[in-house]
């Protein structure tokens, strides 16, 4: 299927598009569009006029008290929202959509930003080869679940990402 791929810088050009995803929706982008540091890039992947995916990235602008500390990075949660439920019946066209996107975000987010973060993946594995692709990397991040009623040491409790090292 060959694909059209929209990026959106403001707001106000962004059509009405289907979908519940709060992450990646026209609402958030203007939540985004009005928090000073904060530029939001919305991407929306197009077959003929239909809309099949999109996916909203936040480009943060951090301001340190030195100058060669000033560092932009672009945040994305989650793996966007596929739009058309054809996708949703067939994960290797949904992983290609991805990837045409993914490529399209990366390319934007490059010339702007130093880093590029993926948050909260419903499946680590999606997509894993264009992120490769796109020269991403993983990172296992510690988390540690608290609580005031286990009994468990601090240790017993870390997340499942480091326990296999």
């Known amino acids: 299927m060959p694909l059209k791929l929209t990026t959106y810088y403001r707001g106000e050009d962004i059509p009405e598009l289907p979908g519940k995803n709060t992450f990646h929706s026209k609402e958030l982008f203007h939540i985004y569009e009005a928090t000073p540091g904060y530029t939001p890039v919305?991407?929306?992947a197009f077959d003929k006029d239909r809309p099949v995916a999109r996916l909203l990235a936040a480009i943060r602008k951090s301001k340190r008290w030195l100058p060669a500390f000033l560092v932009r990075q672009c945040i994305v949660y989650g793996s966007g929202e596929f739009l058309d439920e054809s996708l949703a019946n067939d994960?290797?066209?949904?992983?290609?959509?991805?990837?045409e996107i993914l490529k399209s975000l990366t390319q934007e987010a490059?010339?702007?930003?130093?880093?590029?973060?993926f948050r909260n993946l419903d499946n680590a594995m999606f997509g894993y080869r264009f992120f490769r692709?796109?020269?991403?990397?993983p990172v296992n991040w510690l988390r540690v679940r608290n609580s005031l009623h286990s009994s468990k040491s601090a240790e017993a409790r870390f997340s499942p990402s480091?326990?296999?090292?």
């Open 42 to 44: 919305l991407i929306v």
């Open 91 to 99: 994960k290797e066209k949904e992983e290609e959509v991805f990837g």
């Open 110 to 117: 490059a010339r702007k930003c130093v880093l590029i973060e």
């Open 133 to 137: 692709a796109n020269q991403f990397f």
């Open 162 to 165: 480091l326990s296999d090292k």
